[in-house]
Antibody
C-alpha cells in the first residue's frame, strides 16, 4: 500500500522559515517524480513544486520561486520542501504527491493527507 | 498561461441520479487530464487519468471523456459516498500542473 506521510507544518511568523518532510512507503521511491501541492483555506488546489526521480529536473510555481526549495533523499525515501521568507498567503494545507513517471512531465496518483502551515504574526 | 475552468461550481443531485461535471482548458492539452475526488480531511483520490481511464479500484459508475479543451466526468448513479468536491488537473504543461477550481457535488 502506498503511503505518503507529511510532517513539519505549524504556525510561523511572516518572514520566517519552515521545512516540510514527506516519508514515502509502498513503492520504489526513486522510480518516480514527486511533487508538493497546497490548498489555502477555502480555496482550490495549487501545484507548488516538482522534482524528478534523480533531482535532475525541478520546477516551481511562480508564487514560490526564489523562496522555496524542493529536494529529495532517495536513500531515505523522503521528500522535502524548504520554505523561506514565508508570507501570509503561503498559509495552506501542503500535500506530498507521487508522480506517475520518473520525470516531472507526468501526472500524479497518490497523495498524502497533508501538513498544515499557518503564517501569521 | 493555462487556465482550467470547471462548471458548475456546485451541483445538487439526488442519490441514484446522474451527475455530469465539466472541465475546460484554455489551450489544448490532448488527453493529459485527470479527475480527483476530495473529501474534507482526506487525501485527494485519483479517479480518472488520460481523460478516460479509470484508476485502480475506481467503480465503473465513474467515467471520463473528452480531449483537447473540453472534458467531462460522469457519475452514472450517485451513491452517498460520492458527495465530495471534484477537481480536474491538467499535466500537459510541463513541469507544472494546473487544477480547476473544483465542483462541489452536494445532496439535493
Amino acid at each position: 500500500e502506498v503511503q505518503l506521510v507529511e510532517s513539519g507544518g505549524g504556525l510561523v511568523q511572516p518572514g520566517r522559515s519552515l521545512r516540510l518532510s514527506c516519508v514515502a512507503s509502498g513503492f520504489t521511491f526513486d522510480d518516480y517524480a514527486m511533487h508538493w501541492v497546497r490548498q489555502a483555506p477555502g480555496k482550490g488546489l495549487e501545484w507548488v513544486s516538482g522534482i524528478a526521480w534523480n533531482s535532475g529536473s525541478i520546477g516551481y510555481a511562480d508564487s514560490v520561486k526564489g523562496r522555496f526549495t524542493i529536494s529529495r533523499d532517495n536513500a531515505k525515501n523522503s521528500l522535502y520542501l524548504q520554505m523561506n521568507s514565508l508570507r501570509p498567503e503561503d498559509t495552506a494545507l501542503y500535500f506530498c504527491v507521487k508522480g506517475t513517471v520518473p520525470t516531472t512531465r507526468g501526472g500524479s496518483d497518490y497523495w498524502g493527507q497533508g501538513t498544515r502551515v499557518t503564517v501569521s504574526p | 498561461e493555462m487556465v482550467m475552468t470547471q462548471s458548475p461550481a456546485t451541483l445538487s443531485v439526488s442519490p441514484g441520479e446522474r451527475a455530469t461535471l465539466s472541465c475546460r482548458a484554455s489551450q489544448s492539452i490532448s488527453t493529459n487530464l485527470a479527475w480527483y475526488q476530495h473529501k474534507p480531511g482526506q487525501a485527494p483520490r485519483l479517479l480518472i487519468y488520460g481523460a478516460s481511464t479509470r484508476a485502480t479500484g475506481i467503480p465503473a459508475r465513474f467515467s471520463g471523456s473528452g480531449s483537447g479543451t473540453e472534458f467531462t466526468l460522469t457519475i452514472s448513479s450517485l451513491q452517498s459516498e460520492d458527495f465530495a468536491v471534484y477537481y480536474c488537473q491538467e499535466y500537459n504543461t510541463w513541469p507544472r500542473w494546473m487544477f480547476g477550481q473544483g465542483t462541489k457535488v452536494e445532496i439535493k
